[in-house]
């Protein structure tokens, strides 16, 4: 099975700073990767679909790129209701469809 | 608007099995994979396994064993079944939807609505 990896796994940034965080597959995936953000207590959103095609209604503020084994998640301007977790995750039509670990997003 | 919504068994003991059921309100049943996703407390999200209107189903193989996924489509619902549970099942589980389709630009979607999420606890 492919394996998804993220790093970091938490990280800390002041108020409109740019936030960068990646993620790795072990095989390639083309960009069948979707990006999804869960606030705490809350359920998971879907962000970024395709590596990077914007979700209806996110945020302009997010972004992704990247294809087959290497990808990227910038918030270009963090804002104090970004804090929360991102997973990444592979959605080509191979299950299983494997999340990375997780990042952890809060404000410094 | 597309809910999901999902109820189920809270508290289960050691080798009893868990049952959970979604109900979709809203939108095609047709059009998707309806699917099953678990969260440890503090932990990631781990894929469960999924199911077609017709029936057809995947299911991650590291739980192939001991799960069941199956489909209601006269009630638009579906359901989760997992067999002699420990407590390393215990963790928040999650119905969500996966289009059977792609964008206009040919690539997969992924998970775009998700249930509220149901809390199963395996304790003695």
């Known amino acids: 099975d492919i394996q998804m990896t993220q790093s970091p796994s938490s990280l800390s940034a002041s108020v409109g700073d740019r936030v960068t965080i990646t993620c790795r597959a072990s095989q390639g995936i083309s960009n069948y990767l979707a990006w999804y953000q869960q606030k705490p207590g809350k359920v998971p959103k879907l962000l970024i679909y395709?590596?990077?095609t914007l979700q209806s209604g996110v945020s302009s503020r997010f972004s992704g790129s990247g294809s087959g084994t290497d990808f990227t998640l910038t918030i270009s301007r963090l804002q104090p209701e970004d804090v929360a977790t991102y997973y990444c995750q592979k959605c080509d039509s191979a299950p299983p469809y494997t999340f990375g670990q997780g990042t952890k997003v809060d404000i410094k | 608007q597309v809910q999901l919504q999902q109820w189920g068994a809270g508290l289960l003991k050691p080798s009893e099995t868990l049952s959970l059921t979604c109900a979709v309100y809203g939108g095609s049943f047709s059009a998707y994979y309806w699917t099953w996703i678990r969260q440890p407390p503090g932990e990631g999200l781990e894929w469960i396994g999924e199911i077609l209107h017709s029936g057809s189903t995947n299911y991650n193989p590291s739980l192939q064993s001991r799960v069941s996924v199956s489909v209601d489509p006269s009630k638009n619902q579906f359901s989760l079944r997992l067999a002699s549970v420990t407590a390393a099942d215990t963790a928040f589980y999650y119905c969500?939807?996966?289009?059977?389709?792609?964008?206009?630009?040919?690539?997969?979607?992924?998970?775009?609505?998700w249930g509220q999420g149901t809390m199963v606890t395996v304790s003695s």
């Open positions: 969500a939807r996966r289009p059977n389709y792609y964008d206009s630009s040919g690539y997969p979607i992924g998970f775009d609505i």
């Open positions: 395709a590596a990077s």
